[in-house]
C-alpha cells in the first residue's frame, strides 16, 4: 500500500528553527509538495521537489532525497503565524496525489 | 480574483438526505478535484475530472457522484447521506496533473450529517 508518514505534532519557540520530516512509500514518485494549513482554512501550496536536493523559498526550505524516501520542511525564524499544520504530499505513477495526515506545529512565545 | 469558491460553507444535513456541493474556478483550469479531509486522517481523493465533461473514481467514490458539465464547475452529489459523510470536503483545481502544477484549493464545505 502507499503510506506517507509525518509527525502528528511539533511545538517550538518564535524565532527558532523547526525541520517537519516526511517519509513516503507509493507507488512511483513524481515529485513531493508542502503545503501549509490553518486551523479551519484551505491548504495552500508552499513547495514542490522533484529532484534530491534542497530548495530554498524565504524563510521555507524543502529537502528531498528520493533513495530514502525522505523529505523534510525547515521553518526558519518562526512567527506566530506560522502555526498551522503542515502537509506532505507525494505525487505517484498515476499522478494522484497521496496525502499525509499532516503535521501540526505550535508555535509558543 | 476569486481562485477556487464552494458553495454552502456549511450544511447539516438528515440520514438519507441528498445533496448538492457546487464548485467554481476562474483560473481557466483543466484539473478538478473533490477531497475530504477527517481529523487523524490525511486528505482522501473522491473523484476527479481532468477536463469538460469527463470525471474519473478516486480512493473513496462510494455514496458520491460528481458531474463536470462546464470546464469552470464541479459538483459533488450525495445521493442518500450517511453519518459516515459527516467531514470537510475541499474542492482543488490545477493547470495539469503532471509536474509541479500545485493544485489550488477552495475554503472547504463544512457537512454534518444526522
Known sequence: GQNIDQPTEMTATEGAIVQINCTYQTSGFNGLFWYQQHAGEAPTFLSYNVLDGLEEKGRFSSFLSRS?????????????????SYLCAVLDSNYQLIWGAGTKLIIKP | NAG????????????????TLLCAQDMNHEYMYWYRQDPGMGLRLIHYSVGEGT???????????VSRLKKQ????????????????????SSYSGSGGQPQHFGDGTRLSIL
Open chain 1, 68 to 84: 530514502k524516501g525522505y523529505s523534510y520542511l525547515l521553518l526558519k525564524e518562526l512567527q506566530m503565524k506560522d502555526s498551522a
Open chain 2, 4 to 19: 477556487v469558491t464552494q458553495t454552502p460553507k456549511f450544511r447539516v444535513l438528515k440520514t438519507g438526505q441528498s445533496m
Open chain 2, 55 to 65: 470525471t474519473a473514481k478516486g480512493e473513496v467514490p462510494d455514496g458520491y457522484n
Open chain 2, 73 to 92: 464547475n464541479f459538483l459533488l452529489g450525495l445521493e442518500s447521506a450517511a453519518p459516515s459523510q459527516t467531514s470537510v470536503y475541499f474542492c482543488a
